[in-house]
């Protein structure tokens, strides 16, 4: 791939019923820490859904976390301080959906 | 909203078993399209899954749009170009799945 182009990894998340909004804050500023520990991620934003259009199957939050290489992505995946926030949110989550691509316009 | 936040659109696409990589072609086609079509779209761009981690739920394309604003949205949403889009891609849809959020950091 050329140096230019920029590898996007989406994250949502959907919550258990009976997680408290205390938990699901802990999670989110445990994801919103991982870029200053994983020097890989290159870009970093965050929110909550509010599409009015009733086809969000249930997610709730969504990260949009950019790498610049698929290396960056393959450091980033078993890195220890990701595998400490899958501990984090483990025990929360009903469901997550990964989809990652390369920005094409 | 403060005016230099950006409003992010999500929109992943399963495509059926059936539809041919022609058929593809021409919703990704016909998507790309809509940037020049509706001056609400701020930014646009696309791409197809390529996530190892198999968390996909079957999307596989995914197109991120940015507006300023939740008008932004709200006219794109029923833009007559938006809906002729929607013609094009509707015979071809397994499932749908769209996600806005303000971005936070």
Chains 1, 2 share one sequence.
């Not at 989110?28 to 020097?39: G, M, N, V, W, Y």
């Not at 790498?67 to 989550?93: Q, T």
Request: charged content about 25%; aromatic content about 12%; overall charge neutral.
């Amino acid at each position: 791939q050329s140096t230019d182009k920029v590898l996007r990894h989406i994250v949502m998340f959907k919550f258990k019923d009976n997680t408290s909004a205390a938990d699901v804050k802990k999670v989110e500023d445990a994801f919103r820490k991982l870029p200053s520990q994983i020097q890989e991620i290159k870009g970093f934003e965050w929110g909550t859904n509010n599409s009015p259009e009733g086809l969000a199957q249930g997610f709730t939050h969504c990260f949009f976390l950019t790498f610049d290489s698929e290396a960056g992505r393959a450091a980033y995946l078993p890195h220890p301080a990701h595998k400490a926030f899958g501990g984090v949110l483990g025990p929360h989550l009903d469901k997550v959906l990964v989809v990652d691509y390369w920005a094409g316009k």
